[in-house]
């Protein structure tokens, strides 16, 4: 993976002094907050309901593990003891003292790390598919060009003050696990018909208040393009985004107003000549990047161990079955680890917990971690002979849930317990669908399926894309959550449908029991998945589960 070179570590230590400084002057009152605010913005800090919050990025997700432990001193030295690992495949610190912050800053940078471009109208933290390097069904490693683009769009001058934030993620597999078709930017690595390995280039994808799904605008673009590409994409939409309403300037706002081939004739027009400037300069840099990915040495083992543990272990056989997926390599898999305990919060991993993943990390799977979108933590090089020891270290910790891609496995935004422009509360409904259906014991039974909910329109918990998606919402100060069936997240991108009126906190976790109801009771058989029902079947029983009985008693 990735180290920094002396020019990132001058870099980052001198962003650090600067903000010592202005930390300084907005405590000693020389700075208002709203002096401060870009300032802070600028290094990832944010002003929450209760303290600041701190957002870290964790580049295209990959921690070695001595990252991993410093995330957890700064957990337990700086903060309440645990941090919360985002969808952006970031780590948030929500409990920091100002004045602490840039020695928190400069502990990260101690070990490669930093908050940059984690907040601010720029572009953010560049996302990609956590198996990354690893994943069976992979073309090309990714990570080499999502770090390509960090360098590039690290204080970028032309980028710092864009019209709104920007997002980009990059998937290397035939199955997206990046959510690409979500972004501003999406890049799939593919084969064209001469079996030239390159881009396909979408744009104006996003959720929020209005979720649409990214449009292509070039179905293949070489390799050695993907920058002044990106760059053209990045400087078109700073001139044509709109800067007068804050909800209408997201690119994918711009893709519609304007067109998809409108855009792409100015991105054409742009590359044209950026192409020229660069001159292939990215190239021999992305020559240096890629040999900080090369595969680890994987030596084939025996499977002995995996095999009785398999066989005479049920509680480990769930556990290898849900968490567990196959590798590149044969005789490996990748371990993703659950930070979706029944009644926990999703996405929090405690000081302790922290360090036993990097321990793990160190020992089992060649020094690597990764972070996914879903919140949880990956393992990616683990041969099967080890797992049974991975999963009884991981149990140990509170990190053995066998519930990887189940109803509980649930992605959810920070809601009202914390964010400032939440609506209603996510993590709470988290928790009680989680625990609710451990206590039923139908999660293995449902089968896969993705509930992801968020705490405002801004859609942070992806809800849009969720086989069951959640949205809380203040009805005249009453919490209302709106339930939307059919999202999906994958190379087969889908915007969920509104089942209807939506329903009061205490009917939320009655109401998704009833959908789970339906489902059970009318699949075709236990193979035929929550979203494959739902798409062969649509809305209708969906709804006459939900609404039929409230019009019967009202009728009555």
Request: charged share 25%; hydrophobic share 40%; net charge negative.
């Amino acid at each position: 993976m990735y180290s920094y070179n002396e020019f990132d570590e001058a870099f980052v230590r001198e962003r650090v002094a600067q903000f010592r400084a202005q930390v300084e002057r907005r405590i000693d009152g020389s700075l208002t907050e709203d002096e401060f605010k870009p300032l802070r913005l600028m290094n990832g800090l944010y002003l929450q309901l209760h303290a600041y919050m701190l957002r870290v990025a964790i580049p295209y997700g990959t921690l070695n593990p001595d990252q991993m432990r410093q995330l957890a001193m700064i957990a337990e030295r700086w903060d309440k003891g645990y941090g919360h690992f985002t969808t952006r495949q970031n780590i948030q610190y929500n409990w920091p003292a100002l004045k602490d912050v840039p020695d928190m800053l400069d502990a990260l940078a101690d070990v490669g790390m930093h908050a940059i471009q984690t907040s601010g109208n720029t572009i953010r933290n560049v996302t990609a598919d956590h198996f990354a390097g690893a994943a069976a069904d992979e073309i090309e490693d990714p990570r080499p060009y999502a770090e390509l683009l960090r360098q590039w769009s690290t204080d970028h001058p032309e980028f710092q003050f864009l019209p709104r934030k920007f997002k980009i993620a990059v998937s290397g597999a035939k199955a997206d696990r990046a959510v690409v078709r979500a972004h501003d930017i999406g890049l799939e690595i593919v084969k064209n018909d001469a079996g030239e390995v390159g881009f396909r280039v979408l744009v104006g994808g996003g959720l929020g208040r209005t979720p649409m799904i990214g449009k292509v605008i070039r179905d293949f673009l070489p390799k050695e393009d993907l920058l002044p590409y990106c760059e053209a994409v990045v400087s078109v939409y700073n001139l044509l985004g709109r800067r007068d309403n804050k909800y209408k300037a997201r690119i994918k706002i711009t893709v519609h107003e304007n067109g998809i081939d409108e855009v792409r004739r100015q991105v054409e027009e742009r590359f044209a000549l950026l192409r020229e400037q660069f001159g292939g300069a990215d190239q021999e840099l992305l020559t240096e990047i890629r040999a900080a990915f090369a595969a680890p040495d994987l030596p084939a083992r025996p499977l002995d161990a995996f095999e009785r543990a398999y066989n005479s272990d049920p509680v480990f056989r769930a556990w290898a079955d849900t968490n567990v997926t196959e590798h590149a390599a044969p005789g490996y898999g990748l371990v993703t680890i659950s930070l979706k305990a029944h009644g926990q919060t999703p996405g929090d991993a405690t000081g302790d917990q922290m360090r036993v993943m990097a321990d793990l990390g160190e020992a089992f799977s060649h020094g690597e971690l990764r972070i996914s979108h879903e919140q949880n933590v990956i393992l990616p090089h683990v041969h099967k002979s080890d797992l049974p020891e991975v999963h009884a270290r991981l149990k140990a910790a509170g990190l053995g849930t066998a519930n990887v891609g189940l109803i509980s496995d649930i992605i959810a935004c920070p809601g009202m317990d914390y964010c400032a422009l939440a609506t209603a509360r996510s993590i709470p409904v988290a928790q009680q669908i989680a625990t609710r259906f451990d206590e039923l014991k139908l999660e293995h039974d449902i089968g896969p399926l993705k509930i992801k909910i968020s705490g405002c329109i801004n859609a942070c918990g992806h809800h849009h894309v969720g086989h069951i998606g959640i949205l809380g919402l203040d009805r005249a100060g009453v919490e209302n959550y709106q339930i939307t069936l059919g999202g999906d997240g994958t190379e087969d991108a889908a915007i969920g449908t509104r089942t209807g009126p939506g329903f009061a906190y205490d009917q939320i976790v009655p109401a998704i029991e009833k959908i789970i109801g339906a489902y059970l009771d009318q699949r075709d058989a236990p193979e035929e998945t929550f979203l494959q029902f739902y798409k062969r079947v649509g809305m209708d029983p969906f709804k006459a589960a939900l609404y039929d009985a409230e019009e019967k008693q009202r009728a009555a």
